[in-house]
């Protein structure tokens, strides 16, 4: 699971709550290119397409102000024309017409955040990392230590299946990864992979 490429579809005015939703996802060892981020920072429209044209799968943010987005409606009908799959993520199910109507996405809880990045984490570990029924894909997310003069890499290795990581989650449990140099603990919670904090070597 490196290298792959997810383009987010959305409109303007849902960048706050794409931002919100993608923060924790943006920290997995793949592409994450939300649409208006790409454009604000000077990139051209025609390199967006490159974006888009090059992804693996392309994720559908539909809700009432993307209904009538001209640019979120071409760039799922771009990649559907490119054999790309789209994943819907919505705010109501009525908003999934035309060629995505039967296709299975993940409903946008706008009370419940932490139960919309689990379920988008759940899809997306499914479509970059299709190894079987029997298998767990193994995921990463890997960081400097930020303890000051430390900065050694550190690997917080996701081996669980969702079902168990939201376990975890509901009787509040953390994943844990740790510094090989200063041993410094780090806690993130399982069902959004959120930093939640760190313990062991003092800060200066």
Request: net charge negative; proline share 5%.
């Amino acid at each position: 699971m490196t290298g792959e490429q997810v383009f987010v579809s959305h409109a303007p005015a849902d960048l706050d709550l794409v931002q919100e939703l993608f923060s924790t996802v943006k920290n997995f060892p793949f592409g994450v290119h939300i649409a208006l981020e790409e454009i604000e920072s000077g990139r051209s429209r025609k390199r967006l397409e490159g974006r888009l044209a090059n992804s693996d799968v392309v994720v559908a943010v539909l809700t009432q102000r993307s209904a009538i987005s001209r640019w979120v409606n071409q760039e799922i009908g771009y990649a559907l024309a490119k054999g790309i799959p789209v994943l819907p993520l919505y705010e109501e199910a009525s908003l999934r017409g035309g060629l995505i109507s039967d296709v299975e996405g993940v409903k946008i809880d706008r009370d419940n955040p932490s139960f919309t990045i689990f379920n988008l984490l759940c899809r997306l570990r499914a479509e970059l990392a299709p190894l079987g029924a029997l298998s767990v894909p193994n995921w990463y997310i890997r960081f400097p230590c930020t303890v000051p003069d430390c900065g050694q890499p550190v690997t917080l290795d996701i081996t669980q299946r969702q079902t168990k990581l939201w376990k975890l989650h509901k009787h509040n449990k953390s994943l844990t990864a740790s510094c090989d140099v200063c041993d410094s603990a780090y806690y993130f919670d399982p069902a959004t992979i959120g930093f939640q904090g760190r313990e062991g070597a003092l800060e200066d």
